[in-house]
């Protein structure tokens, strides 16, 4: 006869902790891919009132994007008469003005229109309206 301890059964690991970590880094991932699907290509755009290499002073066009529309030194027009204007131009340019209220996928869809014009853009900051 054998008198000892009874042997203990052994539970099987708990998944809960496996999972939590699961979906941390699947919420994660998703939140940092979320900008990603913004910019297809890369933009480089210089911000307007930087440093300025060229030696001579130029009127520079801008052209202020807003949800209804866009208007090019003030005046309404649509893509077609901008882009046609800007490139009238010797050196096509122009200082892109975001609306305040303005989301980032229609200004990166105006860059992108910009850039594969052949017009160099430059981003002019949004006015807040804080202090």
């Known amino acids: ?16 902790p496996m999972i939590d970590v699961v979906m941390n880094l699947l919420f994660f991932f998703m939140l940092a891919t979320t900008f990603a699907a913004l910019a297809p290509q890369a933009l480089a755009v210089a911000l307007a009132g930087g440093s300025a290499s060229s030696s001579a002073p130029s009127v520079t066009p801008t052209l ?3 949800p209804k529309g866009l208007a090019l030194d003030g005046q309404a027009m649509d893509w077609a008469t901008v882009l046609a204007r ?7 340019s122009v200082v892109v003005e975001p609306a305040p209220d303005l989301a980032a996928p229609p200004l990166l869809d105006a860059l992108l229109k910009l850039r594969e014009a052949g017009v160099s853009a430059r981003l002019a900051r949004a006015e807040t309206g804080r202090r």
Request: charged share 25%; glycine share 4%; proline share 19%.
């Open 1 to 16: 006869m054998k008198i000892g301890t009874p042997s203990r059964t052994r539970r099987p690991p708990s998944l809960v």
């Open 64 to 66: 202020r994007v807003a």
């Open 86 to 92: 800007l490139k009238a131009q010797p050196a096509p």
